[in-house]
């Protein structure tokens, strides 16, 4: 009897073990085999497959698998969302903890209801209590219409919760399909938003402009990643497809600590720091000759690793990161070849974003100068130049991570202040020979000093060209600079690799205070 009890009570837990199989493999199909393969048709992977994509084999641990929606208005009531719509869960890159979201676009166009939201912020909350870097993979149609307000509320505490998790772990959106409308202001709010060719995104559609201005904008103009990186601003990397958007993350972040209380990961490097003779002709003597910086920049890093950031967007400003002798460091450069380098709105926002970043997560910043000023124009000023200048100077100064500066070539004016100049905090200078710290170019400053001397001068243009030569001899050189301690010190530009390594070295245990205060009025 008592053998007959116990086969019985085997066979029970077998049946419900095959029950609990049969519901999660139900589960894991997402909106069916039919669905699933029409995103594979349309270039895309399915939710798990992004997962399966991006993180460590095998590490994913899937939470609230069976998690369901409680809506019951217009035909609701006992309809089948399997996971809700988005598989949330935990796991490794690179062997560092992470968790994620992963919206379904299989089921029910991965629209976000109540229990969809509920999950994303639950992992957004563990990422904070575990100090872990948390992963959003968009793909949905926006909200939930049938849930109404639920689902608004639900997208609001995701918003909430990006605000608190800004600046405390790093946050990572990834756009692998339509992402409109409100759903548009999570990846606005987290720290890098990497978005696919395929992808879209924006406030407002192409139909519902049409509507209501009559202009006329396809989706791709209107929300590809071109538009939303070169236009907007608003997309930090672009992917051909999930694959690629997928490595993206993980190269990214291999750049960054799990949060703000870490240092960056330090990779393996050669403790050997060889001079680099190439660097004394890569840049031009004459400022007025364009050249690209990330020929410097990929000379200076280690491997010649250098992971840009926004290269669409304000192209006359380079940031990105490298590394030196293993350490990550956030670079920003001034670009020649773009506008000649000069500081504008867009740029002044770029720069002051991503050193906000760096310093959130302790991130050296170093910074590579050849600016020849704030751009003119009756736009720029109207546009605000001004306020949008006093980012980058408020970012700067409000940093506390070591920073380091190394001037190029031209320095000129309020540019070569808000460049991290010494004034603005900068822990070292180093300048090449080739540099033009001045408070204007040389050609400029000589018709206001010389004016009277020029004009009584029987040949002008001759008189013009030596009291230019004299300005440039007497005042654009390094040297000046360098004499009222604002540079630290002149060096050959074979030697910038091995200077900048050993200063980023010794800044290394750098703390800097700040006045206690609830947080400073950034002018945005």
């Known amino acids: 009897m008592a053998k007959q009890q116990e086969r019985g009570r085997s066979r029970s837990m077998q049946e419900r073990i095959a029950d609990l199989r049969a519901r999660r493999d139900m589960v894991e199909l997402g909106g069916g085999k039919e669905r699933i393969a029409k995103q594979h048709q349309a270039g895309k992977l399915a939710a798990r497959e992004r997962i399966a994509a991006l993180v460590d084999k095998a590490s994913f641990q899937e939470i609230g698998v069976f998690a369901r929606h409680r809506a019951t208005y217009f035909g609701m009531s006992g309809k089948e969302l399997p996971a809700d719509g988005v598989v949330t869960g935990c796991a490794t890159i690179e062997g560092r903890l992470v968790h994620l979201a992963s919206q379904d676009f ?119 990643p071109v538009s939303q990186m070169n236009n907007a601003g608003v997309v930090d990397l672009i992917a051909e497809n999930d694959e690629e958007a997928l490595q993206l993350c993980r190269r990214l972040l291999a750049f960054l600590p799990s949060n703000n209380l870490e240092d960056p990961p330090r990779a393996p490097f050669n403790s050997r720091l060889k001079t680099d003779s190439d660097l004394n002709e890569i840049v ?193 050189n390094p040297y000046v600079a360098a004499g009222r301690r604002l540079v630290d010190d002149v060096i050959e530009p074979a030697e910038t690799r091995r200077y900048v390594a050993h200063a980023l070295e010794s800044l290394h245990a750098k703390r800097e205070l700040r006045p206690a205060k609830k947080h400073g009025l950034i002018p945005l």
């Open 106 to 224: 299989t089921v029910a166009g991965g629209a976000a209801g109540e229990v969809h939201c509920s999950k994303i912020v639950d992992m957004m909350n563990m990422s904070l209590k575990t100090g872990s870097p948390f992963v959003f993979i968009n793909d949905s149609g926006g909200a939930r219409v049938q849930e109404g307000i639920d689902s608004l509320d639900g997208y609001a505490r995701v918003f909430h919760r990006n605000v608190m998790l800004s600046g405390t772990v790093p946050q990572i959106a990834v756009i692998c399909g339509p992402c409109a409308g409100g759903a548009a202001y999570s990846p606005a709010l987290t720290d890098f938003v990497i978005q696919t060719r395929a992808a879209r995104m924006f406030i407002t559609g192409p139909q519902v402009i049409r509507q209501v201005t009559g202009e006329e904008v396809s989706a791709e103009e209107l929300g590809g």
């Open 284 to 476: 031009p003597v004459d400022p007025k000759i364009a050249y690209d910086v990330r020929s410097v920049i990929v000379r200076i890093v280690d491997s010649q690793d250098f992971l840009q950031i926004q290269p669409g967007f304000a192209p006359n400003l380079v940031i990105g990161f490298g590394r030196l002798q293993g350490r990550p460091v956030g670079i920003v450069a001034n670009q020649p070849n773009a506008l000649a380098g000069v500081l504008d709105i867009n740029a002044s926002d770029k720069a002051a974003r991503f050193v906000r970043f760096c310093n959130a997560f302790n991130i050296p910043l170093l910074t590579f100068v050849d600016v020849p000023g704030f751009l003119p124009g009756v736009e720029q000023e109207r546009g605000g130049i001004i306020r949008h200048g006093a980012k980058l100077l408020f970012a700067y100064s409000a940093a506390t991570v070591p920073k380091i500066t190394v001037v190029l070539r031209k320095a000129y004016g309020g540019a070569y202040i808000a460049m991290c100049s010494k004034g603005l905090g900068a822990d070292r200078v180093f300048s090449w020979p080739t540099a033009e710290i001045a408070v204007m170019g040389a050609e400029g400053a000589a018709e206001i000093v010389f004016r009277h001397e020029i004009d009584a001068a029987e040949d002008q243009g001759i008189r013009r060209k030596e009291l230019v030569e004299e300005y440039r001899d007497t005042f654009a």
